[in-house]
């Protein structure tokens, strides 16, 4: 039962891809909780991600994809 849990949650969990301090893609469930140019605040399959930087855009966002540009500062996982 225990190697069940284990083996949904690996497919269950965001999978973030970072390209340089310019863009990062997040796939999974994603939902848009707070938004300016310094910081965006992302629910990614019940876990929050703040991004902290300069000129953040949300260039993509859709149920399960967003893609952020900008010069990226930080990420925190909240």
Known sequence: MRGEAMF?????????ELHGRRELLIDGAVTL??????QIVLLCCG?????RGKSLR???LSMDKALING????LDFL
Do not use: C, H, I, M
Request: negative net charge.
């Open 58 to 60: 949300v260039a993509l």
């Open 47 to 51: 876990q929050k991600l703040r991004v």
């Open 33 to 38: 909780a707070e938004y300016s140019d310094a």
């Open 71 to 74: 010069n990226l500062d930080g």
């Open 8 to 16: 949904e949650n690996a497919f269950t969990s965001p999978f973030y």
